[in-house]
């Protein structure tokens, strides 16, 4: 009796125990499981190009870092592009230069201090300096000249550097105007002489304005030359508490963000030896004043990989159906977006949207399906953005919608002014938008993102997604 005592305590005890064990090494199962079902990244070699682009100094460490270092090892070409100088991170200058107000002239010297940390970065990385481009436009101020200071006769005031042009003597373009046209032809200019076979940049699905609009630009940019590159590969860096856990952690992947798993990325991973991790970590740390504030978001990508993904363009569904027969379903869902990506989206669920359904009629029509993760009410705003590309002319139709009253915005010389036939309609959880053939015409592509707001407050905003004809 006493025997079959011990050896049932013993048997409890070595249960507990192993639960006990799987309790603290739940979050270590769960990430190397999620690893083991990303696939690798081949990497490019020798006869490639891989043209990388970053919103601000160190982006491109924290993404891609050791995949431009690999890559060059490997023997293939790379260029670094850096959208800004980070100049506009007012928290930053007031710590570096211990001034509670930075006058404009302090924000430009501390872009020049970030150049030089990109550069010693990139070049212990094995990257050569004359293969780092600094383009010069405004830090955090990006997805304004995307959305609302497109043309050049416009163009935007920083609200740090005090300019409407690049202040920066090594800009790409001397005196390049802060405007989204001169964006797009400076990153053109660079994908037409350098002819990548390889992109790198941001997702599209980053929180922060300069990442996700970089992505834009790019994207813009791409479609507009017609050029296909072999491989466009996303990198992430802000998203929430993301990277998980946030906190230095060398033995743990960097797995994508449970909410970004099953919205149209295919997740892959590049894997890091010991020496490429220590490398990484070096490369980090060479950005001094990022570090000195922003230290726990930046050691948290000190892991075993990095992590990429691609987002590809999807075909605009054209099912010869009659206007009246279209309706919302898996043939023509464009975008899919996360639910309750926000605090603020688990209260006002009508704000939240998730998902984005195209699809053309028989007569050409355009129809446009935003689905909510609840009833739609009246006091919501919903947006919709489009650009559309034609063989020889570029479009951009920006609208908005309250309670069914359709209003245009015009946003550039490219804006289309015509509301005449467009018409909405909401039902449940969905707002159906529909655009008149006469409007539309025939686009090869179209690019789109939709958007809700509450009393001028943005709720909720999906990534922008490409639609091929």
Known sequence: MKRILKTTLTIAFILIAALIILFFMREYLSNYFVRSKLDDIVLPGKNDHVLVFAPHNDDEVLGAGELIGKTIK????????????????????????????????????FGYQRQNETTAALNMLGLSSKNIVFLGYPDRELSVLWSSHWDNSDPYISAYTQVSRSPYYNSFTKGAPYAGADLVRDITTIIKD????????PHPN???????????????????LDYHPVKEWLYLVHRGDWPTPPKENINMYLVPPAKLIGTGTDWQALDLSDQEIREKITAIHLYKTQINILRLLMIAFE????????????????????????????????????????????????????????????NNNLHVFIKTDGKIGKLPKYYLNMILFYDQKIARLSLADVDNKITLKHE??????????????????????????????????????????????RMDKTAWRMLDK
């Open 194 to 201: 350098f002819q990548p076979t390889h992109i790198v940049m």
């Open 206 to 224: 980053d929180k922060h304005p300069d990442h996700w609009a970089t992505n834009c630009f790019v994207k813009y940019a791409l479609t507009a």
């Open 303 to 362: 892991r075993k990989n990095e992590l990429f993904g691609e987002y590809p363009n999807v075909r605009i569904s054209r099912l010869d159906r009659a206007d009246n027969t279209i309706a919302p379903d898996n043939n023509n869902r464009v975008i899919i977006d996360p639910l309750q990506d926000a605090l603020n989206l688990e209260i006002s669920r009508e704000t939240d949207i998730i998902g984005v359904y195209t699809e053309l009629s028989k």
């Open 74 to 109: 490997n023997g293939a070409s790379v260029k670094v592009v850096m959208m800004t100088n980070g100049d506009g991170f007012k928290n930053a200058v007031q710590l570096d230069y211990f001034k509670l107000n930075p006058q404009p002239f302090d924000y430009i010297k």
């Open 412 to 457: 550039s010389a490219l804006s289309i002014d015509n509301s005449s036939g467009i018409v909405s309609d909401t039902k449940g959880q969905y707002l159906h938008i529909m655009i008149p053939g006469n409007i539309i015409g025939e686009p090869n592509h179209i690019y789109i993102n939709a958007m809700s707001s509450i009393s001028g407050y």
